[in-house]
């Protein structure tokens, strides 16, 4: 008998070697937890969302207050804290129409197209709060500058001991390390999902886009 | 009711469980990650239950989500380090009935499937268990010609790593 031919007799033989289960046996596994890729997922994205989120909501304190009013932030900080707001919602909204849809009794390749666009929203989402935070260190930074006595007195002082190139160089190192921060930050949470939990399946995703072509 | 739900899915899962043992045949490489697939399987079948309506068969319903489930929603355990190692419970073959040219012939086979990528063992999967192309079109999500054309390759390569 030829290869396959063979393989296929024998497939429907070969039942007798499994282990069998009993009703308590399955009745433990279905009480046992899940350890599912979307699960995981699931918690990662809650926590990047609560990380991204709460950063912008920590920085809030009475200090912040007070920079808001030497500043004159609070303009910005309003409008900024509408569109927030409203983002936040959006996002939920997406979020979980999306999570609904990843289902296993869909086909393999639209379970995991659902399970990369959810990622790709949280990613969206992700990307808004770092796009505003880095427009608001500058938002900042341009108040600050303007109305911030002590730092104008610094300013004046290196305009004045010919090393002011010194003081620019200084914020922008600033600035730098802080947006090295985030990114950092961004690349684990990348890292962990792309890398580790989403590899596997963005290899076969790729693989049944490439049946179609 | 759930208890009444729970009884009745344990009951048809116990005695379908062969179907979900040969998912593991295929994609599991040693016994204990086919404990581990059997059980994710097994808890993703349950949380899917309340919505099979019964409109389709049981294990047409389980082939999907069992498939899915290796395919996509298992995480290996990392001791489970990419090997081809055969597993000794589940591929415990009683060779007696055939002849050695046979024997071996099945044990290359075996260890051939066990190299494809997800997709293919999917579509070899699906050819041992006798599905139609529509029914292999519809799980995987790829349209009939393409999953012809795709078997086909599938059927090529596991030949040529067999006489490699």
Known sequence: ?213 | MEAHLEQIFVKQLKENQNLIHKVCRIYAVSDEEHQDLFQEITIQLWKAFPQFRGEAKFTTWAYRIALNTAITLFRKKKRNIETTEFNSTTHKIDFEEYNYEEEEQLKLLYKAIHQLGDIEKALVFLYLEDKDYKEISETLGISEVNARVKMNRVKTKLKQIVNS
């Open chain 1, 1 to 213: 008998m030829e290869g396959l031919d063979l393989l296929k007799k024998d497939w429907n033989k070969r039942e007798k070697g499994f282990p069998e289960f009993s009703e308590n046996d399955i009745y433990g596994m279905i009480h046992k937890r899940s350890s599912s890729i979307v699960k995981w997922i699931f918690i990662i994205s809650i926590l990047e969302v609560l990380f991204w989120t709460g950063i912008q909501f920590l920085l809030v304190d009475d200090d912040y207050k007070k920079i808001v009013e030497n500043y004159h932030l609070g303009e910005f900080l309003q409008v900024s804290t509408i569109v927030h707001y409203a983002v936040l919602v959006i996002f939920i909204v997406l979020f979980y129409l999306n999570f609904q849809n990843i289902s296993t009794g869909s086909s393999v390749k639209t379970l995991m197209n659902n399970i990369l666009k959810t990622r790709k929203i949280v990613n969206y989402y992700v990307w808004y709060n770092i796009i505003v935070m880095f427009i608001s260190m500058v938002f900042v930074w341009k108040n600050m500058i303007t109305y911030d006595a002590n730092l104008n007195d610094v300013l004046e002082k290196s305009v004045s001991t010919g090393s002011e190139t010194g003081f620019w160089v200084g914020v922008l190192i600033t600035m730098v390390l802080m947006i090295a921060v985030a990114g950092g930050i961004l690349w684990l949470f990348y890292r962990l999902v792309y890398g580790i939990l989403l590899k596997r399946l963005q290899k076969n995703y790729q693989e049944l886009e490439r049946i179609e072509f």
